[in-house]
T-cell receptor, first 112, second 112 residues
Framework: QKEVEQNSGPLSVPEGAIASLNCTYS??????FFWYRQYSGKSPELIMS????GDKEDGRFTAQLNKASQYVSLLIRDSQPSDSATYLC????????????FGPGTRLSVLP | DGGITQSPKYLFRKEGQNVTLSCEQN?????MYWYRQDPGQGLRLIYY???????QKGDIAEGYSVSREKKESFPLTVTSAQKNPTAFYLC???????????FGPGTRLTVT
């Protein structure tokens, strides 16, 4: 089992809809979770971090964490064509030198 | 102008040549990282450093070398021993009081 898994997509949603991106992880001791957005040909940009169970909202973005079920999700409300990108899930592992394990990313396409 | 700079943006080399990629930061972050990204794949950790004059191997360190003589700089050398060096190379930094990593713009290396 891979340490961090994401559906590769592409996930297509119409403009204005809610996009839901999911990530599962295998290591129960993971404590910190991050979502990055990566436009084609560009470097990843941090958009959300979440450390405790529940929801965390920032503008149109909501991160949801469920440590018991070992998943973290990202909801994008009122999706815009400019949200079309690959979204990377990253999990911090304290027994890995505080380093990240990244998922393969989910490609999101928002259709006008 | 604060941030992380990587140079050059594009780099072309012949097989058998060593090449050094630059990463500089003025964020006063202690930890610095090098990742490699291949098309359609997530990020893989090459090397990381949490303090000057100290660095650790990541998952795919073979064929690479680094140095950390200054807090601001963490250059990566891709040696001729690296079998498949063509990739997108990303440098990231992290403040020691935070778990969040921030990425530079990346260097796209092509070896023919």
């Amino acid at each position: 089992q891979k340490e961090v898994e994401q559906n590769s997509g592409p996930l297509s949603v119409p403009e204005g809809a809610i996009a839901s991106l999911n990530c599962t992880y295998s290591d129960r001791v993971s404590q910190s979770f991050f979502w990055y957005r990566q436009y084609s040909g560009k470097s990843p940009e941090l958009i959300m971090s979440i450390y405790s169970n529940g929801d965390k909202e920032d503008g149109r973005f909501t991160a949801q964490l469920n440590k018991a079920s070992q998943y973290v999700s990202l909801l994008i409300r009122d999706s815009q064509p400019s949200d079309s990108a690959t979204y990377l899930c990253a999990v911090n592992k304290e027994d890995y030198g505080q380093n990240f394990v990244f998922g393969p990313g989910t490609r999101l396409s928002v259709l006008p | 102008d604060g941030g992380i700079t990587q140079s050059p943006k594009y780099l072309f080399r012949k097989e058998g040549q060593n090449v050094t990629l630059s990463c500089e930061q003025n964020l006063n972050h202690d930890a610095m990282y090098w990742y490699r990204q291949d098309p359609g794949q997530g990020l893989r950790l090459i090397y990381y450093s949490q303090i000057v004059n100290d660095f650790q191997k990541g998952d795919i360190a073979e064929g690479y070398s680094v140095s950390r003589e200054k807090k601001e700089s963490f250059p990566l050398t891709v040696t001729s021993a690296q079998k498949n060096p063509t990739a997108f190379y990303l440098c990231a930094t992290r403040g020691l009081s935070s778990y969040e990593q921030y990425f530079g713009p990346g260097t796209r290396l092509t070896v023919t």
